[in-house]
């Protein structure tokens, strides 16, 4: 059988753990990246809430460390504020959620669950990662440069964008320096997947995160680059004077919308699929049996990117487009909820009779199932176009879009964390402090994002300054001030998972190989793996879902073999 194993290089500590080409150590840094990216978001959002609610009252503690320009006297101003709505977006969608779910559960998940050494191209993967930071560093410079960070929206639609000051090119800049990342990564993880395989190792026995990565790979790979040039034409237009999205230039401003979204709707499922695999194991794992329909799942997740690529007309309903084409936005919209419900009822199939353990991994990916159920299903009201027209715009799609990239993709990157933990750092997180975690943010974010609903659909409109000021809102504003302390208490709530995260590095029980009894490859290695991942070359006889007789422990986890290897 072919080895592995080699005396591992002595590498100095900047090589090893910085600089490095370990596409584990690579996984980590974006990781740890995205999770300051994803608190500093946050905070974004709990100033948001706090002028929501208390509209014209100081902020406490904090409102001294602003300069006037963003608050005076504590008080956030308004042109503050649409710089905290914009920044909020844009950190959570672009250095927040993909860059942990793709990057640091793609770079960390896909050679050990496939059996591969590294990733194909290691230096191309180290820089994907070093794109991260200085993007991270450009778009934050905005609030330090006159007139503020960028204040459009994360949609940045023209013809405002072409006149926002320079903080906006700070904007678009990143965005494109996390794109490239993006593409970067896509190469790697799409050539790394179909070279590298274990021997027995078809594509056919890919776990189902390898297959969720792997289609979200395709994805970023064709519709990031159509983003790119947008973003690059509307730097032009705002640097030396064309004239691409500027009507008065001979530019067309819906060009953008339509270039933009064809981006951003496949981004939503860049955003969610990998959860979805994330989850499909963690349940399959923690209900002791193989995830029901292994191949309908895989399937789905096809059906969804395909269709991901030809519905984004329904975010631009209200644009004056011809009632043809958006009535085949609507039905396209309204087909692709067929394979997200077939996944779910594989997700209920799996999770049906079996020998379910409640970790917060377990708790954490249930959670994900119920929220995307929630934000599908207000999904398909917003597909219909005589619906969208009334809600577009309001916080019915603010609370939508959150039970999706929240309730969704969030609760799945918790559970990826408390399933994988032990792998990536060699130790256990506390089972207590985890459930903690998880029932606080649950009851917060439902606290949070479901009155969003009843705002939505009395007819309060997103981005707005002061609800106190709109006859037809004002008598809303209770729920206002009950949505922003849930808000709080969701912010509060993840003081548990840091704790936990951070106190488990240095005080966790030490992990066994295969702490939770799976049967996928990583699992066979140690806790955390070698340089290379395994000693030997896997030799994969059955995907981790076959079995002969599910009920069984035994036939689950043969005792005499590795995990993953087959009987």
């Known amino acids: 059988m072919p080895t592995l194993a080699h005396p591992e290089k002595r590498l100095s500590f900047w090589k090893k753990y910085i600089f490095s080409t370990d596409h584990k150590i690579i996984g980590i840094q974006f990781l740890m990246t995205s999770l300051v990216m994803f608190l500093l978001g946050g905070l974004l959002a709990l100033l948001l809430r706090w002028q929501l609610a208390f509209p014209g009252k100081p902020v406490p503690f904090i409102g001294n460390l602003f300069p006037t320009s963003m608050m005076a006297g504590g008080i956030i101003l308004p042109e503050f504020y649409?710089?905290?709505?914009?920044?909020?977006?844009?950190?959570?969608?672009?250095?927040?959620?993909?860059p942990i779910l793709v990057g640091a559960f793609g770079n960390f998940l896909i050679p050990l669950q496939i059996g591969a050494p590294d990733m194909a191209f290691p230096r191309l993967n180290m820089a994907s990662y070093w794109l991260v930071p200085p993007a991270a560093v450009i778009i934050l410079a905005g609030f330090f440069l006159e007139g503020g960070a960028a204040a459009t929206g994360w949609t940045a639609y023209p013809p405002l964008s072409e006149f926002e000051p320079i903080g906006q090119n700070c904007w678009l800049i990143s965005v494109i320096l996390i794109g490239t990342s993006s593409i970067l990564g896509a190469v790697n993880y799409i050539t790394t997947i179909?070279?590298?395989?274990?021997?027995?190792?078809?594509?056919?026995?890919?776990?189902?995160?390898?297959?969720?990565?792997?289609?979200?790979?395709?994805?970023?790979?064709?519709?990031?680059?159509?983003?790119?040039?947008?973003?690059?034409?509307?730097?032009?237009?705002?640097t030396i004077g064309t004239h691409f999205f500027l009507p008065q230039g001979g530019g067309h401003a819906l060009l953008w919308q339509h270039m933009f979204w064809f981006y951003s709707h496949p981004a939503v499922y860049i955003m969610i699929l990998p959860g979805m695999g994330i989850v499909s194991e963690v349940i399959s794992v923690h209900s002791r049996k193989p995830i029901f329909g292994y191949h309908s799942m895989i399937y789905a997740i096809m059906a969804i990117a395909g269709l991901g690529f030809i519905v984004w007309g329904h975010h631009m309903f209200q644009s004056g487009m011809n009632p043809t084409v958006g009535t085949s936005f609507m039905i396209s919209t309204l087909v692709i909820a067929v394979p997200s419900a077939i996944k779910t009822f594989n997700w209920l199939g799996t999770l049906w009779r079996g020998n379910i353990r409640y970790t917060p991994a377990m708790l954490n990916a249930i959670a994900f199932v119920s929220m995307f159920v929630i934000g599908g299903l207000s999904g398909i009201f917003m597909a219909s176009t005589p619906v969208d027209i009334f809600i577009h715009d309001t916080y019915f799609i603010v609370a939508h879009i959150h039970y999706v990239l929240f309730g969704g993709s969030m609760f799945a990157v918790f559970a990826g964390i408390y399933y994988w933990y032990p792998k990536m750092f060699g130790r256990m997180m506390n089972k207590p402090l985890g459930i903690l975690h998880f029932i606080l943010t649950f009851i917060a974010f439902n606290g949070t994002f479901f009155p969003m609903h009843i705002l939505g659909l009395g007819g309060m409109m997103r981005r707005i300054y002061d609800t106190t000021q709109y006859a037809h809102i004002a008598h809303f504003q209770p729920i206002n001030?009950?949505?922003?302390?849930?808000?709080?208490?969701?912010?509060?709530?993840?003081?548990?998972?840091?704790?936990?995260?951070?106190?488990?590095?240095?005080?966790?029980?030490?992990?066994?190989?295969?702490?939770?009894?799976?049967?996928?490859?990583?699992?066979?290695?140690?806790?955390?793996?070698?340089?290379?991942?395994?000693?030997?070359?896997?030799?994969?006889?059955?995907?981790?879902?076959?079995?002969?007789?599910?009920e069984s422990k035994q036939d689950w986890l043969p005792q005499d073999k590795p995990a993953g290897h087959g009987a």
Do not use: C
Request: charged share 10%; glycine share 6%.
């Open 481 to 550: 001030v009950f949505i922003t302390i849930n808000a709080f208490v969701l912010g509060m709530g993840q003081i548990p998972f840091i704790l936990n995260f951070f106190g488990s590095l240095l005080w966790g029980k030490k992990a066994d190989r295969n702490p939770w009894e799976a049967n996928t490859l990583e699992w066979s290695t140690t806790s955390p793996p070698p340089h290379g991942n395994f000693e030997t070359v896997p030799q994969v006889y059955r995907g981790p879902y076959e079995y002969s007789s599910p």
């Open 82 to 98: 649409d710089s905290l709505f914009t920044m909020h977006a844009s950190l959570m969608i672009f250095f927040a959620i993909i």
């Open 194 to 238: 179909l070279n590298m395989r274990a021997p027995g190792m078809t594509l056919f026995r890919m776990p189902l995160p390898v297959w969720a990565l792997f289609i979200t790979a395709i994805i970023s790979l064709l519709a990031t680059p159509v983003l790119a040039s947008a973003l690059f034409l509307l730097l032009l237009d705002r």
